[in-house]
Each structure stands twice: as structure tokens, then as C-alpha cells.
């Protein structure tokens, strides 16, 4: 991103309104602005409030002559898109991460859509894609050694307690990431330690040792897939950027 970021703003061009997906501290999108020429306006979208607000603040401080609408909201539903106080060339979506990974294929060509009416016509999308690497380096990388992933994962299972009137033993699980090279997805477990019952809302549940429980599935591309994919969406990639060992890309798409 920061060696391309020159080249993803020509593409974008003067006057874009800027609306960025799951914002959270917008630290990539400085990196974009830095290089925008003459941006219309910046709108971050993200479901926390008070983080999105204190983003917001920042950023206008850092670029004073850019104005910065920020919007609470679930990115994938439907909400109202604010008017900035400038005419705007066209509207830009910034999906830098790579979470379109995240959506099974037919519900991530339905975000896609979605993604098209926001832009609308003349828009497009610059989006985060993480490519196709040999099992070995993807499985590696989401059974990481210093168990980050893992933690991430068994939150879920504290949530699950806190909201949802669970006993889950998070002693009794562990994590497991495993590359279904098929399907072209990791798939991350909460494997079950014991055999063991949990009561959730009320209701018992029963595990059986080795027994794991599918938390997340991330989809992996390669090139021609992944353009396939968007032409199935209303989309059709303009430019790729990817990374040296091309193990991630970002991809410019513009609306047919």
C-alpha cells in the first residue's frame, strides 16, 4: 500500500468522495490521502461509535481543508449516505483489508452489489484481496506462534459466556486453522479438549474429544478468480497492485 498508494490515487483521480468500509483507525487510509488530488470528502463507515468519532476527529485535524463526515452504521446494510458539502466527480469505496475473504462466494457477490449502489455510476472499488499461497504458509500463518489468531478466536467463546448465558471452558478448547485447498478457504476451529457438556441459554450441548466447532471460514483468490467474481457483481478490475512474493493484492474496480 504505501509503495503503490501514488499510483491507486491517479486511478481514483480528483474530486473522489472517499467512503471507507470499517474504517476503524483509518491508519492506511492516511496513506492514501496523503497522495488523493483534491479529494471532495471522506466518509468513514463503522459500527463503533465512540472509536469512529475520535478516528473522525483526528483525521480532520491532520487534513483541515478535507471535510470528514463520519457515519455509524453496519457497512453491509443499508444507510444513509451523507451529501458532502462539494460536487464530487465520483464515489470511491476503500476496502483495504481482506475481508471480502470472509463471505462465502454467492453472499460475497451480494455485498458486491451492494458495494455497486453505493458507488454508483462512474464509481468504483479499491479493495484488499488476499491471494492464493501453498498450505503450508497460509496454515502456518493462522496457527501463528504467538497465538494471536488463537486469541481471536477464543474470544468468541467469552463472548458467547457474557452475552448468551454460556459456561463455555476456554481451558477445554483450542484453536486449529486448516487450509481446504478445494474449497480455496482456511477454515478455523475451537476443537474441543474433552469430552464435555455446555449449557447455553438453558440448553445443553455435548462435545465429544477432538470434536471442533467451525468458527470462520476466509476465503483465498487467485487473479482470474477473484475478477470473475466482480464481473459476477456488476464490477471489472482496472488495476492490480500486489506485493512482491504476490501473496496480497489491492485491485482497483470500476462499475460496468
Not at 104 to 118: G, S, T, W
Not at 129 to 154: M, S
Not at 206 to 233: H, N, P, Q
Request: charge should be negative; include cysteine; proline fraction near 4%.
Amino acid at each position: 500500500m504505501r509503495e503503490s498508494a501514488g499510483e491507486m490515487a491517479d486511478r481514483i483521480g480528483p474530486g473522489c468522495l472517499l467512503i471507507e468500509f470499517g474504517s476503524g483507525s483509518s491508519t492506511k487510509t492516511r496513506l492514501l490521502l496523503d497522495e488523493l488530488r483534491d479529494p471532495a470528502a471522506y466518509v468513514p463507515i463503522d459500527i463503533s461509535k465512540e472509536h469512529l468519532m475520535r478516528s473522525a476527529a483526528d483525521l480532520s485535524a491532520a487534513y483541515p481543508a478535507l471535510e470528514v463526515i463520519p457515519v455509524c452504521a453496519d457497512y453491509t446494510a443499508d444507510y444513509d449516505l451523507p451529501k458532502p458539502r462539494r460536487a464530487t466527480e465520483r464515489r470511491v469505496v476503500y476496502f483495504p483489508g481482506s475481508t471480502i475473504g470472509n463471505f462465502h462466494r454467492a453472499r460475497a457477490i451480494e455485498f458486491l452489489e451492494h458495494v455497486r449502489e453505493v458507488c454508483g455510476a462512474n464509481g468504483g472499488v479499491l479493495i484488499g484481496v488476499d491471494l492464493k499461497k501453498d498450505r503450508e504458509t497460509l496454515e502456518r500463518a493462522y496457527n501463528d506462534a504467538k497465538g494471536i489468531t488463537a486469541d481471536f478466536n477464543l474470544n468468541l467463546l467469552e463472548r458467547i459466556n457474557r452475552e448468551l448465558r454460556s459456561d463455555f471452558d476456554l481451558r477445554l478448547f483450542r484453536h486449529r486453522a486448516v487450509y481446504h485447498e478445494g474449497a480455496g478457504r482456511i477454515e478455523m476451529y475451537l476443537v474441543s479438549l474433552a469430552d464435555q457438556t455446555v449449557e447455553l441459554d438453558g440448553e445443553p450441548i455435548s462435545f465429544e474429544k477432538g470434536e471442533g466447532i467451525r468458527t470462520e471460514c476466509s476465503y483465498k483468490y487467485d487473479l482470474e478468480e477473484f475478477r470473475d467474481l466482480v464481473w459476477e457483481a456488476g464490477f471489472r478490475v482496472d488495476d492490480v497492485w500486489t506485493d512482491p512474493e504476490a501473496r496480497f493484492s489491492v485491485q482497483y474496480l470500476s462499475v460496468v
